[in-house]
C-alpha cells in the first residue's frame, strides 16, 4: 500500500518536496495515515483543522489535532464556525454548508502558506459512495468518473488544486495501518447516522448490493476508473465544441451561437449546457439529467418561452440567435445595441453636429446639397443606422430620447398611421431588455427616425424633396483592437 501511495504523490498527484502542501487533517483514521504517510515521505506539511462545531466532541478533537502537530513539530492552523447557522443562511443541507466552510478555510489557508496543493484523505470507499450518489441522482459521464487524484475546484481557487492521494486505499486497510502505526483517531459518531444520504448508501445499500455481487465495491471502483478514462476523451471533444460556440463570457453568463450548438450532436449538447452550469455554478454537486434534458429541449423548441430556470439559480435565455446560460441576477451587456445615456432628460442635437448618446455610440448629421444622389444613395442603402430625411418637413430642434409612456411613431409605409411605439417594439422583435434605452431621434413631439430601423412616414425623402438632412449612428472604434 505505501509504496502505491508514494508513486500516486509523484504521478497523479503530481507533488514535489519543493513547496508546502496544506493537508486537511479532521482527526479521524483517513486524514491521521495521510499525514503520517506524508510526513515519513518527506513532504513539508502545514497541518489544517476546521471545526464545524456539530458535536459535543468537536473542541477536544480540535486540541488533540494541535498537539499532534506540535508534536511532530508541524505547523498548524485552525478555524472554527456555526455550520448549521450557515447552512440556514445560504439554504444548504448540513453537509453542503460544512463541505463549503472547509474547503473554503482550507484554499485560504493554503494561498496564505503559498501551498502547492490542498491534500484531503478521501478513501476508495468515499470513491464508491460519491459514485453510487452520482448514479442515483441521475448525472451523466462527469458525475459517475467519481472524484479524482488531482482536481481545481475554480469556485475556491482557479490554480491550487484538491489532490486525493488515498483513492486506491480501502478503508479496512486506513484500520489496520492506523492498528500497526500506533494511530490513534477519533471517530465522528454522525458517520453512523442514516439522516444523511452517504451514510444510508453505505449502511444500507451497499450492503445489500453486496447480496447479489460480493465484490461490489470492487467492481464500482474499477467502473469508475474506466469511465474516468473515457471522460478525459470525450473532455478533449467537448474542449473543441465549446470553442466554435461559445460567442461571449462575462460575469454570471455564457453566450453561445444557436446555430452551432443545433449543429451538434443531442450528446454533445448535453456535455456543453453541462459544463455551462458547472463553469457558473461550481458548488453544485450533481447536475442530473433532467436539467440537462429541459436545456436541449429549450433550445430546439421555439414554443418554449424565451427564458426557462435551470437549477440552483441558473436559468437559459433565448435572443437573436443566441442561447443565453446565466445566473438570475447576472446583467447582460447591451454594447452591441445604442442605449441613450442618461436614461431620464432628452439630448439636443445641432445640424450639422455630432452627439454622444453613449460611451460606445455617436450620432452624426448634416445637410446635403443634391436631393437627387441621396435618392439614389437611399435607394441601395442596407446600413438601418443610417439614413436620409426630408429637411423641409422639420421644424425646430432634434432631440435624441429615451421612449416615454404613451409614444406613438408614424411607420414609413403605413401611409401616416401612427401606432404604439410599444407594439412597433414588439413588430419588429427588438429585445426587452434594450427597448427602454433605444435611441429616438424626435422633433418637438414627434418621433422622425428610430435608428436600426425606419423613419416616420411624414418625414421620408421623396422625388419632391429639395432639401436632405443625412444621420447615421456610429459605434466608436475601440482603438486597443486597431
Given amino acids: 500500500m505505501l509504496d502505491n501511495i508514494i508513486a500516486i504523490l509523484k504521478h497523479e498527484c503530481f507533488l514535489t518536496q519543493e513547496k508546502p502542501i496544506l493537508l486537511g487533517v479532521s482527526g479521524g483514521p483517513d486524514s491521521l495515515v495521510l499525514l ?3 510526513y515519513q515521505a518527506g513532504y513539508p506539511l502545514i497541518v489544517a483543522h476546521f471545526n464545524h462545531k456539530l458535536r459535543p466532541e468537536a473542541d477536544t478533537e480540535a486540541t488533540a489535532v494541535g498537539l499532534l502537530a506540535s508534536k511532530m513539530h508541524l505547523s498548524h492552523v485552525m478555524e472554527s464556525a456555526d455550520v448549521a447557522a450557515f447552512a440556514r443562511s445560504e439554504s444548504q443541507s448540513i453537509e453542503e454548508a460544512a463541505r463549503t466552510l472547509r474547503y473554503r478555510f482550507l484554499f485560504t489557508q493554503a494561498r496564505k502558506f503559498k501551498a502547492q496543493a490542498v491534500a484531503v484523505g478521501h478513501t476508495a470507499d468515499d470513491q464508491v459512495e460519491t459514485v453510487l450518489m452520482h448514479f442515483l441522482r441521475g448525472a451523466g459521464l462527469k458525475g459517475l468518473k467519481g472524484i479524482t487524484y488531482r482536481t481545481v475546484i475554480s469556485s475556491f481557487d482557479r490554480k491550487i488544486p484538491l489532490v486525493r492521494p488515498l483513492l486506491d486505499v480501502w478503508r479496512k486497510e486506513i484500520i489496520e495501518y492506523c492498528d500497526s502505526h ?3 483517531p477519533y471517530y465522528d459518531p454522525s458517520n453512523t447516522s442514516t439522516n444523511f444520504f452517504r451514510n444510508r448508501l453505505r449502511i444500507d445499500l451497499i450492503p445489500l448490493l453486496e447480496t447479489y455481487n460480493p465484490r ?3 467492481t464500482i471502483w474499477r467502473a469508475a476508473k474506466t469511465l474516468n478514462g473515457d471522460s478525459q476523451i470525450l473532455s478533449g471533444v467537448v474542449d473543441e465544441a465549446w470553442k466554435v460556440s461559445i460567442s461571449q463570457e462575462g460575469p454570471g453568463y455564457l453566450a453561445f451561437e444557436m446555430s452551432i450548438l443545433t449543429s451538434f450532436s443531442v450528446g454533445l449538447q448535453r456535455n456543453i449546457f453541462r459544463r455551462a452550469l458547472e463553469q457558473l455554478c461550481p458548488n453544485l454537486c450533481v447536475v442530473d439529467f433532467t436539467v440537462i434534458e429541459r436545456a436541449t429541449v429549450f433550445l430546439t423548441d421555439p414554443k418554449l418561452p424565451d427564458k426557462i430556470d435551470l437549477i ?3 436559468c437559459a435565455f433565448r435572443e437573436r440567435g443566441q442561447l443565453y446560460v446565466m445566473r438570475r441576477e447576472a446583467v447582460l451587456p447591451l454594447n452591441d445595441w445604442p442605449q441613450v445615456v442618461p436614461a431620464s432628460g432628452t439630448l439636443t442635437m445641432n445640424v450639422p453636429g ?3 448618446i453613449s460611451k460606445e455610440w455617436i450620432l452624426n448629421t448634416e445637410y446635403w446639397d443634391d436631393p437627387d444622389q441621396a435618392w439614389e444613395k437611399m435607394q441601395k442603402n442596407a446600413n438601418p443606422y443610417r439614413i436620409w430625411l426630408d429637411a423641409g418637413h422639420l421644424t425646430g430642434p432634434f432631440e435624441v430620447r429615451r421612449r416615454r409612456p404613451g409614444d406613438r411613431f408614424q411607420p414609413l409605409g403605413m401611409g401616416g398611421r401612427s401606432i404604439k411605439l410599444s407594439d412597433f417594439f414588439i413588430n419588429v422583435k427588438l429585445p426587452r431588455r434594450a427597448r427602454d434605452g433605444w435611441p429616438l431621434l424626435c ?3 414627434n418621433i422622425i427616425w428610430i435608428p436600426g430601423y425606419l423613419p416616420a412616414h411624414p418625414y421620408r425623402l421623396t422625388k419632391a424633396t429639395r432639401q436632405v438632412v443625412y ?11 486597431k
Avoid at 444621420?471 to 483592437?481: F, G, Y
Fill in 471 to 481: 444621420l447615421t449612428l456610429m459605434k466608436k472604434e475601440n482603438k486597443s483592437n
Fill in 182 to 184: 500506533d494511530l490513534h
Fill in 354 to 356: 455630432k452627439l454622444q
Fill in 443 to 445: 422633433t418637438s413631439e
Fill in 36 to 38: 503520517d504517510i506524508l
Fill in 312 to 314: 440552483g439559480g441558473l
Fill in 216 to 218: 461490489i465495491r470492487e
